[in-house]
């Protein structure tokens, strides 16, 4: 018997690690901050810079794949990325690269993620599990390159 309460213990456990909770950000306001469109040799890319400057988010089209990825600046390794929109949300596994200090997700350009990002209200959030979430405006460019990848 104890055996089996130990199993459904551990089992709870490792559920609850998986499963992340997204904050509503509906009323969150965006950082101050542009959005960047530029054509690439393998797709195009937008990125999104706070009002210092500073890169804080990528969305690369790599058309040959019909792929979209979207990075978030972040400094250490985390399984998931977490994604707001008005209408959708969704924990990502992603993958962390040191050298760039990137958190990236990778989706096919017929995710309905990616839909919901063009057409969100007015912003977007994306987050890692215990730290504030990055809210940006929601501006044409995101769509732009999600577009791309699908013509």
Request: glycine letters at 6%; aromatic letters at 6%; a positive charge.
């Amino acid at each position: 018997m104890r055996f089996a309460s130990a199993a459904a213990f551990a089992l709870a456990a490792a559920s609850s690690l998986g499963a992340q909770t997204i904050p509503d950000l509906g009323t969150a306001t965006p950082i101050a901050g542009n959005w960047a469109y530029v054509a690439t040799a393998d797709g195009s890319e937008a990125s999104f810079a706070n009002a210092s400057g500073v890169p804080q988010l990528w969305l690369h089209c790599s058309r040959a794949t019909r792929r979209v990825s979207i990075a978030k600046a972040a400094s250490s390794v985390v399984p998931m990325l977490n994604v707001w929109t008005s209408s959708l949300t969704r924990s990502a596994p992603a993958s962390f690269n040191p050298s760039t200090g990137r958190l990236t997700i990778d989706l096919a350009a017929s995710d309905p993620l990616l839909d919901a990002i063009s057409s969100s209200r007015g912003r977007i959030g994306f987050g890692i599990a215990g730290q504030p979430p990055l809210v940006i405006p929601a501006w044409a460019e995101a769509a732009r390159v999600i577009e791309d990848c699908r013509a």
